[in-house]
Structure formats: structure tokens, C-alpha cells
């Protein structure tokens, strides 16, 4: 268990979801969920629109009632626990402020719900949490005076005021602009620490997710696609879907050609054979596969620079772009097109329909299921 | 065709239209204050007798004190059934959604002189004739159609969250309604009941076969008024009608902005 | 790392959901639904009995319905003029609900404030008006003698024109917000892509605009032509004998014959004839987006 666990088993809860099952009419909202959160983890619910991360959130506070399925918190069944009764905080991405009520005012309505609280400690609390997103000074003020960042502090505080074991939020940066957006991340990741509740956070921003979460679900078509920590959904990822959705990625289709032991070799469209990582699918000679290469994982070089033990091919360069600290090209390997992302200095000598010879680490080949059920396989580009 | 030519004649056959709308309202109004006997246009003289006559006439004022009882008891009853009503249909999944908000629509589009007199023939043995209770709860199912739209479209544009964030946070989902999205969605209901009241008090032939004999409503005076007299008095009757419903529709305006202010 | 992957399979625990959260939506709607059924639909009912069964079972009073001459002609005439009166009422509608959705704020304000003005003076009162403007002493005809046109009063009233004038008056602010309604569903940046694409402001209105309004167009008429129908006052007030429709005569069956079987005979036609319109609207268009874009 990481040290963030430790500390904050006290205040966090343990969460899970058991076989979470939700339809609206004919089509499947939520398609058995089942899910393990460590108390006082960070936990993002990724995926695109529609993938069932919203309604997830939604029958996790209780405003849906599954059809089928449990939700425990501390080990205890809440399903039939009404929302206003299960003791969560909740943050939305309009805020969801009371216009009539000040920031103070806010901030205290969950201790008028469920506390019974003196005024003083209650006045008391109040002014702790406004500490904690830095707006003490601005109690006496109404929601509308203030700004969208501002707001959604205000919405933190009241969320957290009663000091739930459960915090969950909506895509609560959704309607920032980038800048203020990245800030307000920092801001709730040293919250989190502070505090050191469950958190359950719903985007369908996959930086958001990586850079703030200790563990990110991602949702896809219902159904949970993979789980695990940012580094192992962004470098081993199981299925075609989420090797698509994080980050960029060459997805090339190949047929095993080799395997050996610890070696594995396929043979990709052009013809050419390449060494891959093991890997954890099983791997049948002659059976079609998928690899993954990330562009930032190959290097370019205008030379055949070889040495023992990489693969080499060569390419040629389709269109080039330029990120500021990076080039983005897209060579042509035969049939395949491979993204490729290499730093400015490397880049700034490179032409359109320069011959190039692409190199990598085998490491970095990873295999993917041709086709599961978690992932789009009619829709799917193989680039 | 140019464009500001086109734009040109749009705005000449608005302008026409807009006239030959509200030009006979103007009439109205104008000879309310007519100091001549007779129904012309432009009237004669400004005078207020023909107010000081109805203020004067007992048959008058009983009339619009009906009036003023069965509107506001039909506005009632269709606020109390027609805002649950909204709610079910705008928060809730039901089955048969659009064959349950036509048949609440249903009424506006049934010929007047059908209801009135089902309505009669259904109140007789009921003992509901020549009763204001009878005559407001016959209104009150064409006012509903008024409060349900109106409530319905408040409900959908105000933000759901708020109730949820009130409810998550602790309040019983029953106090959130009644104290964060009522007074939401309160300028809907308002309106709403508004024109329930208006389409009550201009209600006809329900409340001629009805209330059509001692206790009538001003409608029903109006009516037998228009055929019989000519003098100015329907007018003057009809312009009170007219001031009221500006009146409560003012008034509901006015109440509306403050809380908008305070509230944006 | 932690274990976070699908754990092991646990059995289905809970039912479906709680009946408490099955049964709100119908108890909200209940008592609105309960009373609509006994203080409009239970009526309808018993009329439709009471025009069947007076003494014993009988379908005479539909007999002489059908057969009648007096009958058939107000029913030919009821139609007749729902008709012209839709038609009108859609011509003058169509520029004022074109112009409300082109105007910007003020303006539209401005304008839709001016046409609902009308709705707040009753019925009677907007068809006496005209009683007063197209008398033989009104406005009109005083007008029209002193500008020269004509040297003898115009009989103006107690025939098709004045009942004509006077219902498309009254059914304008309607069919105006309804139409505003539907044309504010209408995507306004297909006229831009059209124009920059080099068509004149006539042209697209005539190719984009004009067509997608027409859904609207027919829905408006629809729902006119339905509430013109059962018109009462207007053709009592300002019309002849010859320009009786279907309302009156059921009034007059009712109130005065007192020939009740007769009067709810009449009474169930009219009731078919507009429920099977507004059937029809309904299929297409749904009764409940009418008001939609007329929020006051």
C-alpha cells in the first residue's frame, strides 16, 4: 500500500461497486460494474460520452437506483441508503452554488443538514475549510460575485465541510479555460492530500486523469475497460481501446511471426519482422495481433545508425509538424503510416519525403488483443 | 429583390398586421371613457361615468366579485394538480408521456360549447349548477394546461443540480424541492397561473349553462349586456377586465424581477 | 500494484429497485390525471350517452343530423369558414412570426408584447369592436365618405367579411406564436451558408427558410382551423342568420329547444371531427411543443 494509503485509511472510505447494473429503456447505461477502491485513493472514472462514467457517479450518490448490483461503502451495503442520507460530498461542473445563500453560507448548509453543531463551531469549520482553498476572505460574498475558479473552491469547501469519507465530482473543471483549468488540478490534487478522502473524479480528459489520479478506470461502452495506476493504462495497456484512447499511439496490425521463450517476433505490413515485449496475451504463431509503439518512444535518424539488438526500418516522410518543443511526423512504413514525435532539435533538420530509419527499444512493442469486448473493433482506425 | 427593400416591406406588413391587432383593443378602451351615449368611435368627451355606473350597480359589482372567486379558485386547483403533474413529466420516466400530457392538453383544443354543456348535463345530478365551487372546478381543467406548460418549461431550463447538490449534501429531497427549486421555477408557475385565471375570467359558455342565472360572472353579463344595451357600459366592463388581468400580470412581473436580482 | 481489476465474481445481491421510487411519478401525476377524467372526460362520456339514449336507444338525433338541411348547411358553412379563416390567419401570421425571429431583443420584445396584447381582452369584447368600426356610423365608413371613395355606407357587418375579420383577428396572436414557435427551431445558419454561397436574402428565404417553416406552417393551421371551428361569439355577434355555425346551432338545441339528445348528437360530431385533427396534429407534430416558444 502506497504511503498516501496509510495515512489516509482514517479519513477516506473504502468503496465498492459489485456488479453495478443500470438501463435507460432500451439502451445499457451501465453494463455490471464491479469495482475495488482503496480508501483514501484518488480514482478517475475516464472514458468518452456515453461510456456510463456520469451514470457510475450518479447511482454511487444515489440519485439513480440501479437495476441490479451493490454498492459498499466501508463494507457496508448503501444502495438502499436514500442520497441525502449517505453522508458524500458532491462536487458538479456548474458548481451547482445557492445564488441566494453567501459563500458562508454555502459552505455551512451541510452542517445545518446533518450536524448538529453550535454556531461557533460551526462558524468555526466554516472558516477552516475556506482556509483550505485559500477564500477565507471572501465568506460575506454571493456566488455570482465571484469567479468560475473561485466558485468551484466555494463548491470544494461545502463538499468537504462535513468531512465525508466519500468525495465525488462531476467533471468539475469542465468549464474552465485551459490555463485556470490546470491550476485548479494542482489545487485539488493538495486538497486531496490534506484531507485525505476517497475521491471518485468523472472527465473525459485523459491528461486530467493521468497527471491527478493514483488509479484511473476507464469506461468505455458500459463497461469498465481497464484499471490500474496512470503508468501501467498509459505503458501496458490491455486492449485496443484504451491503447487508443491515452495519449497517441501507432497501432499497427502484424501476424506472429516467432515465438521463443522470452523472444517474440511479428511481421508487420510492409513485411518486415520486429521484436515485441512478452507481453501477458497468449501469443500463437500465425495468429493476427495488434502492436502498440507510442511515437515518443521512436527515434529517427536520416542514417542506418544500428546497433545489436534493435530493429531498424526504414521510411519515408510524409508530412511534418511543428508543437514548439516537438515535431510531430508521419512516416510511411509500406502500408502503414507511423506517427512519430521527436525533440525540436531532432526534428528541425527533417524534410517532407526524406528517407528515414526508425529505430526503437523492443521493449516498447506491445501486443494487443486483435479484438475483445471491451473494445471497438468495428470502429477502431488502425493506424 | 434588394435586401433592405424586402426588409422594408417586412417591417410596412408587420406594422399593419401589429395595428389591425391591437386597434380594436384601443377602441374599446377609448369609449370606456366616452361622455356620449352611444357606441362610437372616437367617442364624443372623456368621462368616467360609465365606471361610476358599474362601481353603482350592485348586479356589477356582484358580478365581478364571481368572477374574482371563480378565477382564483380554478388558478388554484390547476397549480396544486398541474406543478406535481409538470414535475412527473419533465424529471421522471413514465410510459405513455405523450398520450398523458395530450390528454392534460386535451381541453384547449375541445370546442367550448361541447365542454359546456357535457359539463352542464354531468353537473345537474351532481347539484354543481349555480354553484361558484362548480363553475371553478370546470375552469380549473382548462386553466391546468397553462400552469403544466408553463411549469414544465421553467423545470427543464432550471439547473437540476442544485437540487442535487442540496440533497447530497444532507436535505431531505422534499426540502429541496419546496425550498431550492420552487422559488426556481416560481416566475413558470406564476404565469402559469396567471393565464389560468384570465382564460377563466373570459370564459363563456361553461359559465352561462353553469352560472348562468343569478350569481354570473362578468363574462356572462358582458355577453347578455352586448346584446341588449348600447351604451358604453360593456365597455367600461370590459376595461376593468382588461386593467385586471394588466394588473396581476404586472404585478407578477414586478415580483419576478426582485428575485431575479437577487438571485442572478 | 493494488488489486483493482475485476475482482472475483461475487453473487448478484439486490433486487430490482424500490417500489417507493416506482410509484412518485404516479402519484404526481394522479390527482391532475383523476381530475381531468371526472370533470372533463366523464362529461364528454355522458353526452355522447345522453345523445343515444333518451327514451330507449336511438341513433335518430345523428339520423337528422346527417339528413337535415339546416344541419348539413351550418356544418358546410362551420367548415367553410375555419377554412378562409385559417388560411388568412396563416398569410398575416407568417410575416409577424418571421419578423419576431429575425428581430434581436428589444425589437422582438417589443412586438411580441404588442401581439399578446389582444389575448387579454376577451372575446366578446374584440368582436363588439369591430361591431362598433364597421357600423354604418363607424369609423370605417365615416372614412371612407370623407375621403370620397364612396357616397352611401358600406354594409360591412352582419355578413362573411365582418365574422372573417374579426376570428382571424382573434385567432392572429395564436397562430403567431405558434409558427415563431417553429421557425425558431430552424437552423438560422443554413440562410448564412446560403448566402455566402451567393444566394440573395430572397432567395434564401424562398429555398431554405420557406421549406423547413412549412412543418410549422401546417401545424399552426391545424391547430387554427380546430379552434376556429367551435367558435361561438364572433359569428353570433357579428353575423347573419346565413353565417350560423355549428356552436350556435348546439346552443340553440340546448338552451332554447331544450331538445337535449339533439344538442349532444351535434355535440359528438364536433367532439369526433376536432379530436381526430387534433389526433392528427398530435401524431405529427406532439400538442405539447405548441407552446413551447411562447414563454411570456
Not at chain 1, 483550505?132 to 468537504?160: C, D, F, I, K, N
Not at chain 2, 409538470?86 to 395530450?102: C, Y
Not at chain 2, 347578455?224 to 412581473?253: E, K, M, N, R, W
Not at chain 3, 387554427?224 to 342568420?241: K, Q, R
Request: proline share 5%; charged share 15%; hydrophobic share 50%.
Amino acid at each position: 500500500m502506497t504511503e498516501f494509503a496509510a495515512a489516509a485509511m482514517a479519513s477516506g472510505a473504502q468503496l465498492r461497486l459489485r456488479q453495478l447494473t443500470k438501463a435507460f429503456g432500451a439502451s445499457q447505461a451501465v453494463d455490471r460494474i464491479s469495482l475495488d477502491v482503496p480508501a483514501g485513493a484518488f480514482v478517475s472514472l475516464l472514458g468518452p460520452s456515453g461510456s456510463g462514467k456520469t451514470t457510475t457517479l450518479n447511482l454511487i450518490a444515489g440519485f439513480l437506483t440501479p437495476d441490479a448490483g451493490d454498492i459498499l461503502l466501508d463494507e457496508r451495503s448503501i444502495a438502499d441508503v436514500p442520497p441525502h442520507k449517505r453522508n458524500i460530498g458532491m462536487v458538479f461542473q456548474s458548481y451547482s452554488l445557492f445564488p441566494h445563500m453567501t459563500v458562508a453560507e454555502n459552505v455551512g448548509f451541510p452542517l445545518r443538514m446533518r450536524t448538529r453543531l453550535s454556531r461557533q463551531a460551526a462558524r468555526q469549520r466554516i472558516d477552516e475549510m475556506l482556509a483550505l482553498v485559500q477564500l477565507g476572505h471572501l465568506g460575506t460574498r454571493y456566488p455570482r460575485q465571484l469567479s468560475g475558479g473561485q466558485q468551484q473552491r466555494v463548491a470544494m469547501a461545502r463538499a468537504l465541510v462535513s468531512h465525508p469519507r466519500l468525495l465525488l465530482m462531476d467533471e468539475p473543471l469542465g468549464a474552465l479555460d485551459k490555463k485556470l483549468r490546470e491550476q485548479m488540478q494542482v489545487e485539488i490534487k493538495r486538497i486531496h492530500r490534506s484531507v485525505g478522502t476517497t475521491v471518485i473524479y468523472v472527465t473525459h480528459d485523459q491528461t486530467e486523469a493521468l497527471t491527478m489520479s493514483d488509479l484511473v478506470v476507464v469506461m468505455h461502452q458500459a463497461r469498465v475497460s481497464q484499471v490500474g495506476t496512470p503508468r501501467v493504462l498509459y505503458e501496458a495497456p490491455a486492449n485496443l481501446f484504451v491503447a487508443d484512447f491515452l495519449g497517441d499511439s501507432n497501432l499497427l496490425t502484424a501476424t506472429i511471426a516467432h515465438v521463443s521463450g522470452d523472444e517474440l517476433a511479428v511481421e508487420i505490413g510492409n513485411g518486415e519482422k520486429i521484436r515485441a515485449a512478452r507481453g501477458t496475451s497468449a501469443a500463437a504463431q500465425g495468429s493476427r495481433t495488434v502492436v502498440l509503439i507510442r511515437p515518443e518512444d521512436i527515434s529517427l535518424t536520416a542514417t542506418d545508425e544500428r546497433t545489436a539488438g534493435q530493429d531498424v526500418v526504414a521510411g519515408t516522410i510524409k508530412d511534418i509538424s511543428y508543437h514548439g518543443d516537438t515535431f510531430k511526423l508521419d512516416v510511411a512504413l509500406g502500408a502503414d503510416m507511423l506517427k512519430v514525435k521527436v525533440p525540436r532539435e531532432r526534428g528541425a533538420g527533417m524534410e517532407r519525403g526524406q528517407k528515414v530509419f526508425l529505430t526503437w527499444n523492443s521493449s516498447v512493442v506491445r501486443l494487443l488483443p486483435a479484438a475483445d469486448r471491451t473494445s471497438d473493433a468495428s470502429g477502431e482506425d488502425e493506424r | 429583390m434588394s435586401a433592405t427593400a424586402g426588409r422594408l416591406g417586412l417591417s410596412a406588413a408587420v406594422l399593419a398586421v401589429l395595428i389591425y391587432l391591437i386597434f380594436p383593443v384601443i377602441v374599446v378602451v377609448a369609449i370606456s371613457f366616452s361622455s356620449g351615449n352611444f357606441l362610437v368611435f372616437p367617442p364624443p368627451g372623456f368621462s368616467l361615468r360609465w365606471y361610476e355606473s358599474i362601481a353603482g350597480d350592485p348586479e356589477w359589482v356582484n358580478a365581478l366579485w364571481v368572477t374574482l372567486k371563480v378565477g382564483s379558485l380554478s388558478a388554484l386547483i390547476a397549480v396544486l394538480l398541474g406543478v406535481p403533474a409538470a414535475f412527473a413529466l419533465v424529471r421522471h420516466v413514465i410510459p405513455a408521456k405523450a398520450l398523458l400530457s395530450a390528454l392534460i392538453l386535451c381541453a384547449l383544443v375541445t370546442p367550448p360549447i361541447v365542454t359546456a354543456l357535457s359539463t352542464y348535463l354531468f353537473f345537474v345530478p351532481l347539484g354543481l349548477v349555480n354553484t361558484v365551487v362548480g363553475l371553478a372546478c370546470a375552469h380549473a381543467v382548462s386553466g391546468m394546461p397553462f400552469v403544466v406548460i408553463n411549469t414544465s418549461a421553467s423545470l427543464r431550463s432550471a439547473d437540476i443540480n442544485l437540487e442535487r447538490a442540496a440533497v447530497i449534501h444532507g436535505a431531505h429531497p422534499l426540502w429541496a424541492v419546496l425550498r431550492i427549486t420552487l422559488p426556481i421555477i416560481s416566475p413558470g408557475i406564476v404565469i402559469g397561473a396567471i393565464f389560468a385565471f384570465v382564460h377563466s375570467a373570459h370564459e363563456l359558455l361553461v359559465a352561462t349553462f353553469v352560472l348562468g342565472g343569478v350569481g354570473k360572472p362578468v363574462a356572462v353579463k358582458i355577453w347578455s349586456g352586448v346584446q341588449a344595451t348600447s351604451d358604453p357600459t360593456i365597455a367600461a366592463a370590459s376595461a376593468i377586465l382588461i386593467g385586471l388581468a394588466i394588473f396581476t400580470f404586472a404585478s407578477a412581473a414586478a415580483t419576478q424581477s426582485l428575485a431575479k436580482r437577487r438571485t442572478a | 500494484m493494488t488489486a483493482l481489476a475485476e475482482p472475483r465474481a461475487a453473487p448478484l445481491l439486490r433486487p430490482a429497485l424500490s417500489s417507493r421510487g416506482r410509484m412518485l411519478p404516479a402519484l404526481l401525476l394522479l390527482p391532475c390525471l383523476a381530475w381531468i377524467t371526472f370533470f372533463f372526460l366523464a362529461p364528454l362520456v355522458l353526452m355522447c350517452w345522453r345523445s343515444l339514449a333518451s327514451e330507449g336507444f336511438s341513433l335518430e338525433p345523428y339520423g337528422v343530423l346527417f339528413t337535415s338541411p339546416l344541419f348539413t348547411k351550418v356544418m358546410i358553412t362551420t367548415v367553410r369558414t375555419a377554412a378562409i379563416t385559417t388560411v388568412f390567419a396563416l398569410l398575416l401570421a407568417y410575416p409577424l412570426a418571421y419578423a419576431l425571429t429575425v428581430s434581436g431583443g428589444k425589437v422582438r420584445a417589443l412586438i411580441l408584447v404588442f401581439t399578446l396584447i389582444p389575448y387579454w381582452v376577451d372575446i366578446i369584447v374584440r368582436s363588439f369592436s369591430w361591431l362598433i368600426l364597421l357600423g354604418d356610423n363607424g369609423m370605417v365608413n365615416k372614412a371612407l365618405m370623407a375621403l370620397g371613395i364612396v357616397s352611401a355606407p358600406l354594409q360591412m357587418l352582419y355578413n362573411p367579411f365582418s365574422v372573417l375579420l374579426a376570428m382571424v383577428q382573434i385567432l392572429l396572436p395564436l397562430t403567431t406564436v405558434t409558427l415563431f414557435g417553429a421557425m425558431l427551431r430552424i437552423d438560422r445558419t443554413l440562410i448564412t451558408a446560403a448566402k455566402i454561397h451567393g444566394a440573395s436574402e430572397w432567395h434564401a428565404f424562398r429555398t431554405v427558410f420557406f421549406p423547413l417553416s412549412l412543418p410549422g406552417v401546417y401545424g399552426a393551421g391545424l391547430l387554427v382551423f380546430v379552434l376556429a371551428l367551435g367558435f361561438y361569439v364572433t359569428p353570433a355577434l357579428l353575423g347573419s342568420p346565413r353565417e350560423t355555425m355549428i356552436a350556435q346551432t348546439i346552443m340553440v338545441e340546448a338552451s332554447q329547444l331544450l331538445d337535449w339528445p339533439q344538442a349532444s348528437a351535434a355535440g359528438a360530431v364536433l367532439l369526433i371531427i376536432t379530436t381526430s385533427i387534433a389526433a392528427i396534429y398530435n401524431r405529427y407534430f406532439s400538442l405539447d411543443r405548441l407552446w413551447g416558444g411562447s414563454d411570456k
